[in-house]
């Protein structure tokens, strides 16, 4: 290995840190960030050297064999600051005790490979599929520069030395250093661009189920949400929006919201009207006194009913091609049979258990922020063109996020700006809430959707034709880029027809395929991405159909699936695995069962339900098992947990999930009306983790998709009755509480 001046575009740079122990910074990319560490800043317009330095630092190595990273993920739940260390902490070859993470500044340096080095954004089960190689990179890098230094103190050659859990050895001679004691001779020396990785069978880190290193914090409550954030002299917002997305205030009468005790400001900004208390009781009272009139002219006027009919009638009208595989109309008239299933699926709430916040600390020359965010990059970007700074004088706080679901990574920076704009009136520290209540009427919301299927079947129950349709709003559209990079990611130039999320949902060996959309355009109808995207109501249609298809010709649902994947692999093998944990066919006493599989971000699930049904619908959830390659699993436990917290969100989602609207008003308003599920609603779960040299897949929404098919698969086997519509509640199906199964 040769050790060379680096690139322009500078990968690492490496210097002692005052006192010993060893800094290293990332390179690559401009921008300036802002400590993370919680200072101020001190106050000037101009970056300063040591600033700049803060910013672009990636790991610190103390002389007492400390190993402290930054990530630039968010962590939402996913364990982010534990598998991303893991990482760094497998090729760096240290003691895993020894380390410790935080969050990045916001900054490029830190930005994910994944979206092509341009922001940092924790979306699309994109954390460890995109940083793995890097991370490895920069271990392997300071390693090597620490075997050179050790190798020039003892004047013996690098080849003859090994490192390991935090050491350099030289056998040969049996004398050791730490890499503490080496830090400061390492920062001396050039870093190798192209150090040599691990070989799998070389893990001692990687593939360990290790704790997750705020699994403490947060048994002890110790751990600081941005909920948690509390300044000196900090004032407490909330905001009184308009009952109609877009609708704007007209008239404001504060008189009444003034007098209330604690209550200091109101301001109107864009998004309504802030009230500026003491404290937050304070402000929701001085809410509750405004007199507002909205003018409502250009505000959302989305009913629920109309975009049904709406929808469905679309579904008789060809869409934007998608996929074309042989020619479908042929198979068709061919065919024995022609079956076909309309779907419909409602808006709905990511309901994420801790209510969005963001703290602002703004003078006119500078500002702090701190927030659970899913996009830091793109609210930092929104917030310095609303306080007219520079990206270098506003230090952006990333916290630990209760709960995200793609609530937390709006590409518009909703709730960032609000804070931005009360914080610009104040110019005091504030924080501004949302209550549950703000974010179930004026939030974002997983867009309804229809999807018509069918199926051409020949005598012997073959498919040979099969048709999907989706008629759905158009923010997901642009979802389908997932596809492209995933493709790209693997090196390969995709076909037209591989760049949507549909193709990602349709694994079969079916020649003949025809896959059409409906991108809707609605401006006034607020849709975002939430956990699984389309492959939510996409896989939950082509799932169950499946189904339908294999009872109508007397086929068992396992076996004519593995009939079907005979060019998926590692899809038939999670089926197969699953099936065996399962017992597939086996359980009696009014158990059924019911799979489902989906292959995406690089990753596969089958999950299988087993359940039963009384006659008044009460669905009894014995066991949900689930089998899942995710290529190579960082940390098996954090992917098991991921799973397993998919299933709970997915139950909810089927069961609970739906936001109604009335002449654009959102009918629900917190858990009380759009519940999730309940701890005593939860089963029994087993997930397997099958072993896999692949590069990582996505994890993150894994669980999600076939949750809902597996679930009313088993139902239908049940009961005979097919679902077409969701939630599960508005048919009459309710959960029944573990203790009673």
Known sequence: MEFSELTRRQFLRVSAIAGGGLLVACGGGGGGGGSNSGNPGDGTNEPIDAQEYAVGEFLRLSTDNRVHILVGASEIGQGALTSMAMIVAEELDVDWEMVTAEHSPVAARFNNPYFGGLLQFTVASATTRGYFDTQRQIGAAVRQMLIQAAADRWEVTRESLRTDRGFVYDDANGRSASYGELAEEAASYRVPLTPPLKEPSQYRIIGQSKQRNDAAAKVSGTLQYGIDVDLPGMLTAVLARPPRFFG?????????????????????????????????WSAEKGRQALEVRWNELLAGRTDSDLTRSAYELRLNLP???????????????????VRSADYYFPFQAHAAMEPLNVTVDYDGSRADIWTGSQSPTLDKTFASIILGLLPNQINFHTMSSGGGFGRRGNVFADYVR?????????????????????????????????VRVSAAVDNQGNITAWTHRAVT??????????????????????????????????PYDIDNVLMDAHLTVNLTMPALWMRSVNKYTDVFAQETFIDEVAARYSRDPYQYRRGMLNNEPRLLAVLDAAAQAANWGGPNGGRSQGLAVLGHWMSYVAQVVELSVSADKVVTIHRVISAVDVGTAVNPDLVVAQVESAIVFALTSVFYGEITLNDGVVQQSNYDDYPVLRMFETPEMETIVLPSEHAPGGVGELGVPALGPALVNAIFAATGETVRDLPLSKLGYRIAERSRS
Not at 319 to 329: A, F, H, K, M, S
């Open 319 to 337: 869409g934007v091609p998608i996929r074309i595989d042989g020619l479908v109309p042929v198979a068709q008239l061919a065919a024995a049979e």
């Open 473 to 506: 709003q158009d923010v997901t559209a642009i979802l389908y880029a997932e596809e492209l990079l995933d493709t790209l990611a693997e090196g390969t130039l995709p076909p037209l027809k591989e760049l949507t999320d549909l193709e990602t949902g349709m």
């Open 248 to 280: 704007q205030a007209l008239t404001v009468d504060d008189n009444a919201a003034l007098a209330i005790p604690g209550v200091r400001e109101v301001h109107t900004t864009p998004a309504g009207v802030a009230v500026v208390a003491d404290d937050y």
């Open 418 to 450: 609000d804070a931005c704009f009360v914080a610009r009136a104040v110019r005091q520290p504030v924080k501004v809430m949302w209550t549950r209540e703000d974010d179930m009427k004026g939030g974002f919301y997983r867009p309804a959707a229809a």
